[in-house]
């Protein structure tokens, strides 16, 4: 199985600052036949079913504030938040989708105010 | 709108059966992958098992494999999850997922809590 790994565990950010999260596959996600990263990214808020914020590394869904923004390739991915909100506190996974599953996630990166 | 309800989460005790159900509405159920996600309290998701959109192919987790068994009335719009020799570690809320046709997970169901207690 894929081995998702974030950093940091969690972290603290000042309300208007950037928040960001990273996401390390222990293989490539990178399905090269269509150049796509088979990761997606989610937020969880406390008491509710996670959410799709990010799918193919960096493809926002939609209704997704452009503050989300995702990043990279390979093994090495990350969400930022650019401007983080009050309503942005929330746990944060990614997860792979590039094997037949399971479809790993990440351990999660909790997101809290400074 | 999508809607998934989940039910048939209950306190039972170790060595224990429990099915869950999912009924999906809002989207044509049976062109569309199925899965169920758990999350045991204070921690993350894990992936517990999956279903094609014909029921024909099955995935499990190694930590449920043997012990749970995913399956689907397309007639019905219905998911279910049967699991025995419940242990207290499938203590979790178990969440039914819709696949989307490329893969990432769209829509989530609001859960049903699993308690595996004496």
């Known amino acids: 199985d894929i081995v998702m790994t974030q950093s940091p565990d969690s972290l603290a950010v000042s309300l208007g600052e950037r928040a960001t999260i990273n996401c390390k596959s222990s293989?490539?996600?990178?399905?090269?036949?269509?150049?796509?990263?088979?990761l997606a990214w989610y937020q969880q808020k406390p008491g509710q079913p996670p959410k799709l914020l990010i799918y193919?590394?960096?493809t926002r869904e939609f209704g997704v504030p452009d503050r989300f923004s995702g990043s990279g390739s390979g093994t090495d991915f990350t969400l930022t938040i650019s401007s983080l909100q009050a309503e942005d506190v929330a746990v944060y996974y990614c997860?792979?989708?590039?094997?037949?599953?399971?479809?790993?996630f990440g351990q999660g990166t909790k997101v809290e105010i400074k | 709108e999508v809607q998934l309800v989940e039910s048939g989460g209950n306190l039972v005790q170790p060595g224990g059966s429990l099915r869950l159900s999912c009924s999906a509405s809002?989207?044509?159920?049976?062109?569309?992958?199925m899965h169920w996600v758990r999350q045991a309290p204070g921690k993350g998701l894990e992936y517990a098992s999956s279903?094609?959109?014909?029921?024909?192919?099955?995935y499990y987790a190694d930590s449920v494999k043997g012990r749970f068994t995913i399956s689907r009335d397309n007639s019905k719009n219905t998911l279910y999850l049967h699991m025995t020799s419940l242990r207290a570690e499938d203590t979790a809320v178990y969440y039914c997922?819709?696949?989307?046709?490329?893969?990432?997970?769209?829509?989530w169901g609001q859960g049903t809590l699993v308690t595996v207690s004496s």
């Open positions: 997922v819709k696949k989307h046709s490329s893969a990432w997970y769209d829509y």
């Open positions: 809002g989207f044509t159920f049976s062109r569309y992958a």
């Open positions: 279903i094609s959109d014909d029921g024909l192919r099955t």
């Open positions: 293989q490539s996600v990178l399905y090269t036949s269509n150049n796509k990263n088979y």
């Open positions: 193919w590394a960096s």
């Open positions: 997860q792979q989708y590039y094997t037949t599953p399971p479809y790993t």
